[in-house]
Structures are given as structure tokens and as C-alpha cells.
């Protein structure tokens, strides 16, 4: 039942939407505005347990939130101009609906309350400097999310999504050489149920977890542990490939030149293993990337590589270029394989790319060498040869053995 107080129309220049972060705790554990915001709107929105936890204040009328999630919003947003509340767990802009709401309002429509982040909740019970630990979500994500930051020393502190996410994450670890890792598990932080328990990730027999759930991981990396070094150019053999593979001196070099900023997307042609749209990913979490392969099983085998390199989002188109590209995102930068680009690959690579954008191509053949010559002499760029040996034996000693070499053309589109 509305209050008269929530059923008065918001001013025009007030913000008609608050946003309330709440603990495990309660209303116990909120401040006065945040209370008041509650109490005052006509409708309030939220998951069942947050409408629970949220009861003696709602005097408007609960919605819990639909099933499916509905991303856009649009129960909420058909609300403008009434007295709306949506309630979050903790910080609601930290992995939380407020980012979600945020994108289809504009700064005076909402007023925002955080409550302390389970990621707060969970250093602030360990002792751990919050600024010294990667913090990430895998609430409703790949597990495989947390493979590029499985480092020595390093202490992580992950959301997961269910009572089953510590068992799994602890089998993830323990099967790629860190079993020795020290998990914290933190339950329904805040609240009355809290726990927190501790085993390594070899050993875990915890049993029944809550649903609510935060794990905090000390990485300890065994012998054989699948580091993922930072910077370009990553050993060939942690990758599966079939021999299609740009190997590590020209992917560093690639990579250099297609010189990845903050948001980008790119177009990977004639993808082979996947290598250059992995790397590309993994050297920032905003970075995405389209590959594209003619085979089949190079296109499953890029997906397990993928996987294994924990960025699960890499787009796999199968089909042969240029047609596999129509319809595709307009792209920040394109590489092309040393393989070959004929059949006006080039050409519509260069058509798509924003202006701006990256091309780099690469070529192992006299053909598409001469290709790469024709256009830098339309288009101007870099044109470099690439030569790279390595010592290898011969008879009872040692000599330098060529890898073929590579011409790689350069160029930012106008």
C-alpha cells in the first residue's frame, strides 16, 4: 500500500529514482536517507531477498525483479516521475544494477546510497589492503575469467554466483597447477548466517556452501602451474595449434603494431589458433575481439584456447573471408595472417576499419608479399621484413636455422 507521502509526483528538478545499496543486515544497517528513500517510494524494486531484508521500511509497493533479468530496465524506466527506489546488494555500482540503471539515465534522475561491497566486507575480515587485490565478478560468468590473473603473490577476491562456485573454482585451480592455493570462502557476509572458512584448493571438502558467497584466493603456483605472462608474444606451446600459428617473435611484433587501446575491437582474419585475438584481449579486460576461420576445427580449437587463456568472450566466426565478414561490427583495427588475402580480403578490410584504425598484415608467400607491396604503394603505412633465426643442432653442434621470413605492412587508415 502506498503512503500519501510516495504517492506525491517527484518535483521536475529532483531525482525521481534512488538507488539503495543493503548488507545482510538489514535496515539495521542503513543510514537515515537511505531509510527514507525506502520508506518514501511508491514502488520498490529488488531481488526476493532484498525486498525481505528491506520489509519494515516499504510502504509502496515490491516488485522482485523478473526471470529472466531483464537488462533493459524496463519496468523501472516505465516509472519516470513517481517515487522509485531499486535496492542492490552492497554497492550498487561495483559489479552491481546501479552501472545497468546508470546507462539509460542521466546524473539528476538518481540518487545513490552504497552500502559496503561484499569485496569491502571480505578484506576488511581478512586484513587485506582492498588497493592490493584484484577484485572481480563471476556472478553468472565463465570461471575462466580468473585464468589471466592466476599469478604467484597475487590475492584475488571473486564473487561467484552459487553455493557450487567455491567447489568449482577450487577444481579450476587444482587442475591447472595451483592446487596448493590457499580459498577463503566468506558466507553472507554482514549478516546473522556470516561464516568464513578456509582450506587449499586441492583439498577442499568444505561441503555445503551459502549462495551468498565471496572467495578470497592466495595464489601459490606449483611446478607445473599455467602462468599467463603479461606483455605480447607468449610461448607458442601454451597454445593448441595444428602448426597455423603466428608464432611468439612475429605475434610481439604484430601485436606492437596493432598497438590495442581501451575499448577497441578487432577483426582477426585467417585466425589460425587464435593467438593474436587472445593476446589482444588479454592485455586489457576492455578489449574485444572477432576472429574469423575458414576450418572448422581450427575454429573449435581457437574456442578451447580461449577458454584456457580465461577470455571466453572471443567471438569465433567460421566461414571464409570476405564473405564471413559482412554484417560484422565495424572494427578498430585488422589483422591479417600471412596466409594469404586474396579474393578482395584486403581490399574489404580496408573498406570496414574506422577511420583511424590499425591494419597489420603479414605475409609468408611471394604472392601475398606482392599483394602487401601493390598496397602500400596505393596507401602509403610501413612496410617491414621480419627475419627471425634460431639455434638449433646440427650434427654434434650448434647453428642458426631461419624461420621463413615475414613481410609485414603497417597502416592507420585516414
Given at each position: 500500500m502506498s503512503s500519501p507521502e510516495s504517492d506525491r509526483p517527484v518535483l521536475a528538478d529532483a531525482p525521481w529514482l534512488s538507488i539503495v545499496g543493503i548488507g545482510e543486515d538489514g535496515a539495521a544497517g542503513l543510514g537515515e536517507a537511505a531509510r527514507a528513500a525506502i520508506a518514501g517510494a511508491a514502488h520498490v524494486f529488488g531481488g526476493r531477498r532484498h525486498l525481505e531484508?528491506?520489509?519494515?521500511?516499504?510502504?509502496?509497493?515490491?516488485?522482485p525483479w523478473p526471470v529472466p533479468f531483464d537488462p533493459g530496465m524496463a519496468a523501472v524506466l516505465a516509472l519516470k516521475g513517481s517515487r522509485v527506489c531499486v535496492l542492490a546488494s552492497g554497492d550498487p555500482f561495483f559489479f552491481g544494477v546501479g552501472a545497468t540503471l546508470s546507462r539509460h539515465l542521466s546524473h539528476g534522475e538518481f540518487?545513490?546510497?552504497p552500502a559496503p561491497s561484499a569485496f569491502s566486507l571480505a578484506a576488511s575480515r581478512l586484513?587485506?589492503?582492498?588497493?592490493?587485490?584484484?577484485?572481480l565478478s563471476l556472478h553468472g560468468r565463465p570461471l575462466d575469467l580468473i585464468r589471466p590473473h592466476l599469478h604467484p603473490g597475487a590475492r584475488l577476491i571473486a564473487l561467484t554466483s552459487d553455493g557450487d562456485g567455491p567447489a568449482a573454482l577450487a577444481g579450476l585451480l587444482a587442475g591447472s597447477g595451483f592446487g596448493a592455493s590457499r580459498l577463503t570462502v566468506l558466507e553472507a557476509l554482514g549478516g546473522p548466517q556470516e561464516r568464513i572458512r578456509t582450506r587449499p584448493a586441492e583439498k577442499w571438502d568444505l561441503g555445503p556452501v551459502d549462495a551468498l558467497n565471496v572467495v578470497a584466493v592466495e595464489v601459490t603456483a606449483g611446478e607445473n602451474a599455467r602462468v599467463l605472462p603479461f606483455g605480447f608474444g607468449l610461448a607458442d606451446d601454451l597454445f593448441e595449434h595444428d602448426?597455423?600459428?603466428?608464432?611468439?617473435?612475429?605475434?610481439?611484433?604484430?601485436?606492437?603494431?596493432?598497438?590495442?587501446?581501451?575499448?577497441?575491437?578487432?577483426?582477426?582474419?585467417?585466425?589460425?589458433?587464435?593467438?593474436?585475438g587472445i593476446e589482444w584481449m588479454l592485455a586489457h579486460p576492455s578489449l574485444s575481439a572477432i576472429t574469423i576461420e575458414r576450418d572448422p576445427a581450427r575454429a573449435e580449437r581457437i574456442a578451447l584456447n580461449a577458454a584456457?587463456?580465461?577470455?571466453p568472450g572471443l567471438k569465433i566466426v567460421t566461414g571464409a573471408a570476405p564473405a564471413a565478414l559482412e554484417g560484422l561490427p565495424a572494427p578498430d583495427a585488422i589483422f591479417i595472417g600471412g596466409g594469404g588475402s586474396g579474393d578482395g580480403v584486403l581490399d574489404v578490410a580496408l573498406a570496414s576499419l574506422k577511420s583511424g584504425g590499425r591494419l597489420v598484415a603479414n605475409a609468408v608467400t611471394l604472392d601475398m608479399e606482392a599483394v602487401l607491396i601493390a598496397a602500400h604503394s596505393r596507401h602509403g603505412g610501413a612496410l617491414t621484413r621480419i627475419e627471425v633465426a634460431r639455434a638449433a643442432p646440427i650434427g654434434t653442434m650448434t647453428g642458426w636455422r631461419s624461420a621463413m621470413p615475414v613481410t609485414q605492412w603497417a597502416w592507420v587508415k585516414p
Open positions: 531484508l528491506a520489509a519494515p521500511l516499504i510502504t509502496g509497493e515490491a516488485h540518487v545513490a546510497f586484513g587485506w589492503p582492498l588497493q592490493g587485490a584484484e577484485c602448426g597455423q600459428i603466428t608464432k611468439r617473435e612475429i605475434r610481439a611484433l604484430t601485436l606492437s603494431a596493432l598497438s590495442p587501446r581501451r575499448g577497441e575491437l578487432l577483426w582477426d582474419i585467417g585466425a589460425g589458433s587464435g593467438s593474436i584456457r587463456f580465461g577470455v
